[in-house]
């Protein structure tokens, strides 16, 4: 747990913004049960307030930090940043499922505690709640405003069109194909299948029980496709399914996992590292099934790709391309995506070069590294989040399809080559952590989002 500050809540600490919002809770019992545990004059009626008015916000906050995907480490940090601006203490605990808050110094603390969703990251929510949190610690806008800037930012529309989406998949599989040296077939067929995906996802997303089976679902078309197109085109199924599903992978989630049990925040790490080992059994059974019924109803053989690989100005594209992607699948804010994708491409040039002296696990120390101090520098210049950068640049960097084409080898019973790829891909996760890390040591952001 984070203690976040030790000023006391009397009248003396409080920034004058606090006192222009009217308690968001009932005073009539809980002020009387807090006053009777307290010594006679020991805490006001002002003082019970404030300290409510800072609670309430407190907990509306974090939750809408936490459903614009925050990690607990960058999420307690910035409402640990916001209580100390407000003149309050506060301890605060956060898992992917729940949120602790208690407020108050040694005299009396208000412990609350709300069940929460995981959230998707949104890099243009994340952006307005920074500068919300600027504001409240200089003083520029009351409570009640800043309650009111909460309700906008969490109801805030998708900042591009509904039918982007789609498309990002389809530009993040296609260009997928293209790092993992398929042919030109692959890449057409698999930017068609992620545009497929993305259809899929804008349907399921409807409801929560479609959305809980997506992941199997959307392997087990992913994988009987790509089956039944390598039955009549020179392609690669496994470099189509991969690819299509490059985006549904959850090695972000496993490298967040890592960073979180790395800087002690063990209960958060634990649940967001058994989240993204179920999401990978989910999508193995998937493409699984998928695999089983084309080979039920077709008969597959596939034919041997003979058809040269892309030639490099493909991969040069594909670089520049699946920052955008990913800018309008992590909703970033328009004027950013120049800065996110000249981040990403530094951070996958660093890589590979780290990948050529130091070998392709410990390479990506190196391109985490740079993705980590390119954003910290940015976050110092420009006075927002690391994360508008940061996100983007790690995503052409994560392990998941490591992790992916090992547990494909373990449903073909290749043992030996599944366990070797589990191995690479926790390897390529701890030296991907260990380069966020040294980054914030050498360059910290001074940013908390």
Not at 261 to 283: D, E, I, K, N, P
């Amino acid at each position: 747990m984070t203690d976040s500050s030790r000023h006391s809540i009397a009248p003396t600490s409080r920034p004058s913004i606090g006192l222009q919002l009217p308690s968001q809770l009932e005073l009539s019992e809980l002020s009387s049960e807090l006053k009777n545990s307290m010594p006679s004059g020991a805490l006001t009626d002002a003082d019970v307030a404030y300290l409510q008015d800072a609670s309430a916000f407190l907990m509306r906050l974090g939750r809408v930090l936490h459903a614009q995907g925050a990690s607990a480490l960058r999420l307690e940090e910035a409402l640990g940043a916001c209580a100390t601006r407000l003149g309050v203490r506060a301890q605060l605990f956060s898992t992917p499922t729940s949120l602790f808050i208690a407020v108050g110094d040694d005299r009396v603390a208000q412990t609350h505690m709300v069940r929460v969703d995981p959230g998707e990251v949104n890099l243009s929510k994340l952006v307005e709640l920074d500068a919300l949190i600027d504001r409240i610690g200089h003083g520029s806008i009351s409570l009640r405003q800043g309650f009111e800037h909460l309700d906008r930012v969490a109801n805030a529309p998708h900042p591009y069109p509904g039918w982007l989406t789609p498309v990002a998949f389809g530009i993040s599989s296609a260009s997928a194909a293209c790092f993992f040296q398929g042919n030109a077939l692959d890449v057409g067929l698999s930017a068609a299948l992620g545009l497929c995906l993305g259809a899929l996802t804008l349907w399921m997303d409807r409801g929560t029980a479609t959305r809980r089976i997506y992941p199997a679902l959307a392997s087990c078309v992913a994988a009987a496709l790509a089956l039944a197109l390598g039955n009549y085109l020179p392609v690669s199924p496994s470099v189509m399914t991969v690819s299509a599903l490059i985006v549904l992978v959850p090695g972000l989630t496993l490298t967040v996992a890592m960073s979180e049990l790395a800087t002690s925040h063990l209960m958060s790490g634990t649940a967001r590292f058994a989240s993204a080992a179920v999401t990978f059994l989910q999508m193995g059974l998937g493409v699984g099934l998928g695999r089983e019924l084309t080979h039920r109803l077709l008969g597959s053989t596939p034919l041997t790709s003979s058809a040269a690989q892309v030639p490099a100005i493909a991969e040069l594209s594909a670089l520049a391309l699946a920052p955008l992607a990913f800018a309008v699948l992590f909703r970033a804010r328009r004027r950013d995506i120049p800065l996110i994708t000249l981040t990403s491409v530094l951070g996958f040039l660093g890589a590979r070069a780290g990948a050529h002296l130091l070998g392709p696990e410990l390479g990506a120390f190196v391109g985490a590294f740079v993705v980590a101090a390119i954003s910290n520098w940015l976050a110092r210049l420009l006075k927002r989040p690391a994360s508008v950068t940061l996100v983007p640049g790690i995503m052409l960097l994560v392990p998941g399809s490591i992790g992916f084409r090992s547990l494909s080898s373990f449903l073909e019973r290749d043992v030996l080559t599944g366990t070797e790829g589990v191995f690479r891909m926790f390897l390529v996760a701890a030296t991907l952590v260990g380069g966020l890390l040294m980054a914030n040591a050498l360059f910290p952001p001074r940013r908390e989002l």
